[in-house]
């Protein structure tokens, strides 16, 4: 029977297991995190260090994380891992949104609250005890990530000092006149009962009723021929109790046309549309536009003369070329109103009901409102045609249903004064993608003045009091001193608790009539503004942070959100931009590139693949995608990564198990005493770490992944450790030849688990642990410094020689391969190699001389100049049965370097 050599061997040991499990054991190393207090070691062993600030955009704590959070926080934890790595003092404060409708409405649905009759501080009371619910449920979610950061102590919008700096903000705006109160249509909710900014608003396809209505002209100026009606087309009849003007374009020609109804007008450019095709009738009159100045016409349906007016805004592509204007219901409406004294109607209440002077509209919706328009019209004779159509529509981003332009009194920031301002102080950032320079500007540039109030109570009050006796607001400095100190001291909620002369100084009287008789704005802030204050409320206002912030990380949604809100105020406040760089990363979509939603049943939950694959391989996956792009994951996905993840934890665990028996502090060889082999991968670990570290300074976490996978698959797996068990396994323990290999196989071991350490912190972690370290070396791989690679690594010439070495190597093994399947060898290691080289590979390979068969994976290489290519035939030498290599015999079994090792353990097994 044959001996069994393995007890010779010097086989792999380490307690560092094959299967991850990671799902089990990420939550233990988490713990021990948590016992050893890792986030304030990290802070007091940085302390005193260069800042970097990654500031949190709050997300909103009303629901579980989901597969978009994952992928942000991932993101930001590589930023705040990798910057901390780097020397630098990274604090990472995780930052909540809980202010605002969508609480609101959840928590009277869950209560069962009857919104006009709920006492306010109770209200407000069930929405905090919601928010922070929800809260502790996301912060667990998001530590099961492993995202490292100061969750005892987050930023939250509820908080009173976050509370009071907002009204010090609103303050500082006020005094600069950015603040005013005035008439102007805005987004209104009526299902919400608020107004809206342009952030809450996204739009969908939805059908509409389209009309084409008839205006009796009733004073023609002598322009027009008698019984003219002027064609309005309109995609909401609903609003037509509200016109008061016909705009038309001053540069456009318009026609009078015969028609069984009389004569009409209508752009010229519009006649064939008109009549749907059919023949037009005869044209009787042709003007342009800005002749129609002041003709007069009648209501359709109420008794109201209806004046045209002109606006550049308004176009040929579709309708009739004349726009039905009613000053209530739209911005370019109302801004036209304005400069022609036209009446700004609004007959709409906050529930989107018709008030009495809307006729028989009175008391029905302007939904409800909409049939019985087109009877009035159609009763009338005033309706010329109707048909229904689909156009994207606004709709409220919260509860999904269709807004409405609304006139209404509200706050407003005034943008236009701080345009060039704002557009200057981002121009200054750098933004990722590049992209977003233009598009943030674009947003400015095009941006209204901000409507900032809201009709709710969940949220910070506008901090303004109203002279009782004249009406005017009190925009006083005192005033907002006074409010916020009370805010800071107990929260909103004072606002509501305490009466309103309790935040009137002693001293300040109305400054319009000398009143002392106060009341309180009743609106909240909008949510946007609450958020967008958090550069002041948590960077300027805690010293352990800093303002600006060096990057904000966010989807692409914040240009019109947080992003846009954060730099508005503060422009308005401080004077330049809250940030230095911003980063956008894209949506997660499904495996088929759409866009998840229950309804589909193609929700991806972070905590199910949490669950199943680990926090390692999800952050892994966020890793290996192009963030600045839309992105997908799926299980099937997921589980290419995890195949990925099984290669680079493999990897680690060889090196782990092939180190088991090697101290670095007194087993390592210096650089110089290295074979050629061992110092090639020391060259190619210069190589990868110097492009990690580079794609990790510019944020592109795919190239960092796709370095460390090529790094362990290739270099390593396909190559040097493939080369290397023969030595590792096969030649004593403290051989020179074997230490070297360890001594490079420690140094990528090292490297390695450091340069994975912020996309894979538990296994990089646990890898960190189970390795032997050097003096001065932290317990935890997240305290200890980016690998520092020594220059003498780099080594261009020898480079040059293995690079063509490795190619030959693939040239070798395919000839190999060949040789197997015609019967000419039974495997590769019994072949016997006749390389003839050109004469610059020869040069090159030379030098490697009587390794190079141990490179090639062969039994022997005779290596000629003459470029005659490669031959491949059985060795003659017969197999070792101890190393399995094809060498000559010094026993039956055993080859002549086998047969020493072994004499000499046994030698050593008798002393």
């Given at each position: 029977m044959a001996e069994d050599w393995r007890a010779t061997l010097n086989l792999p040991e380490t307690s560092f297991p094959m299967k991850a499990d990671l799902p089990r054991r990420e939550p233990t190393m988490q713990q021990k995190w948590a016992e050893e207090g890792l986030y304030a070691a990290i802070r007091a062993a940085r302390r005193g260090a260069p800042k970097f600030i990654l500031h949190d955009g709050p997300p909103y704590a009303n629901g579980n994380v989901h597969m978009g959070h994952a992928l942000n926080k991932s993101l930001?934890?590589?930023?705040?891992?990798?910057?901390?790595?780097?020397?630098?003092?990274?604090?990472?404060?995780?930052?909540?949104?809980?202010?605002?409708?969508?609480?609101?409405?959840?928590?009277?649905?869950?209560?069962?609250?009857?919104?006009?009759?709920?006492?306010?501080?109770?209200l407000r009371a069930h929405c905090q005890a919601f928010a922070l619910s929800f809260i502790g449920t996301m912060t667990e979610q998001f530590r099961r990530l492993g995202v490292l950061g100061d969750w005892d102590h987050p930023y939250i919008t509820l908080q009173p000092g976050y509370e009071a700096e907002e009204v010090a903000a609103f303050g500082r705006m006020a005094e600069r006149g950015l603040i005013y109160r005035g008439l102007r249509p805005v987004y209104w909710c009526c299902d919400c009962r608020t107004a809206l900014a342009e952030a809450e608003i996204e739009f969908h396809?939805?059908?509409?009723?389209?009309?084409?209505?008839?205006?009796?002209?009733?004073?023609?100026?002598?322009?027009?021929?008698?019984?003219?009606?002027?064609?309005?087309?309109?995609?909401?009849?609903?609003?037509?109790?509200?016109?008061?003007?016909i705009?038309?374009?001053?540069?456009?020609?318009?026609?009078?046309?015969?028609?069984?109804?009389?004569?009409?007008?209508?752009?010229?450019?519009?006649?064939?549309?008109?009549?749907?095709?059919?023949?037009?009738?005869?044209?009787?009159?042709?003007?342009?536009?800005?002749?129609?100045?002041?003709?007069?016409?009648?209501?359709?349906?109420?008794?109201?003369?209806?004046?045209?007016?002109?606006?550049?805004?308004?176009?040929?592509?579709?309708?009739?070329?004349?726009?039905?204007?009613?000053?209530?219901?739209?911005?370019?409406?109302?801004?036209?109103?304005?400069?022609?004294?036209?009446?700004?109607i609004q007959p709409l209440d906050d529930r989107g009901r018709f008030g009495p002077e809307a006729g028989e509209l009175a008391g029905l919706s302007y939904r409800e409102a909409e049939p019985v328009v087109l009877r009035l019209l159609t009763d009338r004779g005033r309706l010329w045609s109707s048909e229904r159509i689909e156009h994207e529509y606004a709709h409220c981003w919260r509860c999904k249903e269709p807004v409405i332009w609304r006139a209404t009194e509200q706050w407003f920031v005034g943008v236009e004064a701080l345009r060039k301002e704002a557009i200057a102080a981002a121009a200054k950032v750098h933004w990722l993608p590049g992209w977003g320079a233009a598009r943030m500007a674009d947003m400015v540039k095009g941006r209204?003045?901000?409507?900032?109030?809201?009709?709710?109570?969940?949220?910070?009050?506008?901090?303004?009091?109203?002279?009782?006796?004249?009406?005017?607001?009190?925009?006083?400095?005192?005033i907002f001193d006074r409010v916020a100190e009370v805010v800071g001291a107990e929260g909103a909620d004072a606002w509501w608790r305490r009466p309103a002369s309790d935040f009137l100084p002693q001293e300040i009287a109305c400054p319009h009539c000398g009143g002392r008789d106060v009341r309180k704005e009743e609106d909240i802030l909008d949510v946007w503004f609450d958020s967008g204050c958090s550069s002041l409320s948590v960077l300027a206002a805690d010293s352990s942070l800093a303002w600006p912030a060096d990057v904000y990380l966010e989807g692409p949604d914040q240009f019109r959100g947080w992003f846009q809100s954060s730099l508005l105020i503060a422009v308005a406040t401080v004077g330049e931009a809250p940030y230095r760089s911003v980063i956008t990363n894209g949506w997660v979509l499904d495996g088929q590139g759409r866009a998840m939603h229950k309804s589909l049943g193609n929700v991806v939950e972070p905590a199910e693949m949490v669950d199943r694959w680990g926090a390692d391989v999800l952050r892994l996956w966020a890793a290996s995608v192009d963030y600045t792009t839309d992105v997908r994951v799926s299980e099937d996905l997921l589980a290419q990564v995890g195949e990925i993840y099984r290669k680079i934890r493999n990897t680690i665990r060889y090196l782990l198990g092939n180190l088991s028996d090697f101290d670095p502090n007194?087993?390592?060889?210096?650089?110089?005493?290295?074979?050629?082999?061992?110092?090639?991968?020391?060259?190619?670990?210069?190589?990868?770490?110097?492009?990690?570290?580079?794609?990790?300074?510019?944020?592109?976490?795919?190239?960092?992944?796709?370095?460390?996978?090529?790094?362990?698959?290739?270099?390593?797996?396909?190559?040097?450790?493939?080369?290397a068990k023969d030595r590792l396994y096969c030649t004593p323990v403290e051989d020179p030849v074997r230490r070297a290999t360890q001594t490079a196989m420690y140094e990528v071991l090292r490297a390695l688990v450091l340069l994975a350490a912020p996309i894979l912190p538990h296994t990089a972690d646990e890898a960190w642990r189970a390795m032997r370290q050097r003096p001065g070396d932290p317990g935890s791989v997240h305290l200890a410094f980016w690998p520092e690679i020594p220059s003498t690594w780099s080594d261009a010439a020898l480079a040059r020689r293995w690079d063509t070495l490795l190619r030959?190597?693939?040239?070798?093994?395919?000839?190999?391969?060949?040789?197997?399947?015609?019967?000419?060898?039974?495997?590769?290691?019994?072949?016997?190699?006749?390389?003839?080289?050109?004469?610059?590979?020869?040069?090159?390979?030379?030098?490697?001389?009587?390794?190079?068969?141990?490179?090639?994976?062969?039994?022997?290489v005779a290596a000629t100049s003459g470029g005659g290519g490669i031959r491949v035939q059985a060795s003659a030498a017969p197999r070792c049965a101890r190393c399995w290599r094809h060498r000559p015999a010094a026993t039956a079994d055993l080859c002549e370097r086998c047969a020493r090792v072994v004499g000499l353990l046994e030698r050593r097994g008798h002393s």
């Open positions: 930001k934890d590589f930023i705040v891992r990798y910057r901390t790595m780097r020397g630098m003092d990274a604090p990472y404060v995780p930052g909540w949104d809980t202010h605002g409708l969508p609480i609101e409405l959840q928590t009277i649905r869950q209560m069962h609250l009857n919104r006009d009759r709920a006492e306010p501080l109770e396809p939805t059908a509409a009723t389209a009309v084409t209505v008839l205006f009796p002209v009733e004073d023609g100026m002598g322009r027009l021929p008698e019984g003219t009606s002027a064609a309005i087309w309109t995609t909401t009849p609903w609003t037509l109790p509200a016109n008061t003007g705009t038309a374009h001053p540069d456009l020609s318009y026609v009078v046309a015969d028609s069984p109804r009389g004569p009409v007008l209508v752009a010229e450019s519009r006649l064939a549309a008109f009549f749907g095709g059919g023949e037009p009738g005869t044209i009787v009159a042709r003007l342009r536009g800005s002749q129609l100045a002041g003709v007069v016409c009648a209501h359709p349906f109420l008794s109201r003369l209806v004046p045209i007016v002109l606006g550049d805004y308004v176009t040929a592509d579709d309708g009739t070329g004349l726009v039905h204007t009613a000053p209530g219901h739209g911005r370019d409406d109302f801004e036209t109103g304005q400069r022609y004294g036209l009446p700004t209204q003045d901000w409507c900032v109030s809201r009709q709710r109570v969940w949220g910070v009050p506008i901090p303004v009091l109203y002279c009782v006796g004249c009406g005017h607001p009190l925009l006083l400095h005192p007194a087993d390592a060889l210096s650089v110089v005493e290295l074979p050629e082999r061992d110092r090639y991968i020391l060259h190619r670990l210069a190589q990868v770490a110097s492009q990690v570290d580079t794609a990790y300074e510019a944020n592109r976490f795919s190239a960092v992944f796709s370095a460390i996978r090529d790094f362990c698959a290739q270099d390593l797996s396909s190559f040097y450790l493939d080369v030959l190597r693939t040239e070798v093994s395919l000839a190999v391969e060949r040789a197997m399947a015609d019967g000419t060898i039974g495997r590769a290691s019994e072949a016997s190699i006749d390389l003839s080289l050109s004469p610059e590979d020869w040069a090159a390979i030379e030098p490697i001389g009587e390794e190079l068969a141990d490179q090639l994976l062969v039994a022997e």
